[in-house]
């Protein structure tokens, strides 16, 4: 069994950075493929960011491109996104999740794909 305990959310302003992590426990984390999904208030869960098992492939929705970069160490089972130019449309909970089998760009954005999900951490932005 995989958990997921992300970490790193907060309070911020507009335009301030945030980092996220998601440390993972059980499972061989080197092998799946994480993801970063967000909910805000009364809208549904959606796609922020993926990264491949080795971190040579990645894929980001299109409001946050330039702005996030999701990275990963499988040495310490964690993956991150930095979050910079935050925007008060970033405010939501943001959820990791870890999804088995090859990285396949039209399925990385669904999250059905994914099998494993932490709990999710707070992500506020004010303007």
């Known amino acids: 069994q995989v958990q997921l305990v992300e970490s790193g959310g907060g309070l911020v302003q507009a335009g301030d950075s945030l980092r996220l992590s998601c440390a993972a426990s059980?499972?061989?984390?080197?092998?799946?493929?994480m993801g970063w999904f967000r909910q805000a208030p009364g809208k549904e869960r959606e796609f922020v960011a993926a990264?491949?098992?080795?971190?040579?492939?990645?894929y980001y929705t299109e409001s946050v491109k330039g702005r996030f970069t999701i990275s990963r160490d499988n040495t310490k089972k964690t993956v991150f996104v930095q979050m910079n130019n935050l925007k008060p449309e970033d405010t939501a909970v943001y959820y990791c999740?870890?999804?088995?089998?090859?990285?396949?760009?039209?399925?990385?954005?669904?999250?059905?794909?994914?099998?494993?999900w932490g709990q999710g951490t707070q992500v506020t932005v004010s303007s």
């Open positions: 059980g499972g061989t984390f080197s092998t799946y493929t």
């Open positions: 999740a870890a999804k088995i089998g090859p990285y396949i760009l039209g399925a990385v954005t669904t999250s059905t794909r994914y099998a494993y």
């Open positions: 990264i491949s098992w080795n971190g040579a492939s990645s």
